[in-house]
């Protein structure tokens, strides 16, 4: 897993956008809090790593989004999302084989 600090991440950031140091240390600790992130010290700083692999927290977060977007208005969220699909002949035949995959499940 990779491991950072709060100074690793405002070097990085800062370079790409202004932002305040303060503001990585309370987004990361929120992250902590939520179990997204751990701390752990070491000597006089602290050590953040996830707790969950990356392709696992983009399901949880995909998930949570389109469950929010559903409970929204879900005629106008699935056709919003067709017509981005549709937009990308790829994307949409990903979307008919997911479908057919999900049809035959049942």
């Known amino acids: 897993s990779k491991v950072a600090t709060?100074?690793?991440l405002?070097?990085?950031?800062?370079?790409?956008?202004k932002i305040a140091y303060t503001t990585i240390i309370t987004v990361m600790n929120r992250l902590v809090d939520?179990?997204?992130?751990?701390k752990e010290k070491k000597g006089k700083i602290y050590l953040y790593e996830p707790t969950i692999a990356k392709?696992?927290?983009?399901?949880?977060?995909?998930?949570?989004?389109?469950?929010?977007?559903?409970?929204?208005?879900g005629e106008k969220a699935i056709a919003a999302f067709i017509?981005?699909?549709?937009?990308?002949?790829?994307?949409l035949e990903l979307l008919e084989k997911?479908?057919?995959?999900?049809?035959?499940?049942d």
Not at 34 to 38: D, F, G, H, V
Not at 55 to 73: F, N, Q
Not at 83 to 91: A, F, G, M, N
């Open 10 to 17: 405002f070097e990085f950031l800062s370079s790409k956008r």
């Open 83 to 91: 017509d981005r699909v549709y937009e990308d002949p790829k994307e």
């Open 55 to 73: 392709e696992k927290y983009k399901k949880i977060v995909s998930d949570r989004v389109v469950k929010g977007l559903m409970e929204i208005d």
């Open 98 to 105: 997911l479908i057919e995959e999900r049809r035959n499940r």
């Open 34 to 38: 939520k179990n997204i992130l751990r």
């Open 6 to 8: 709060v100074k690793n």
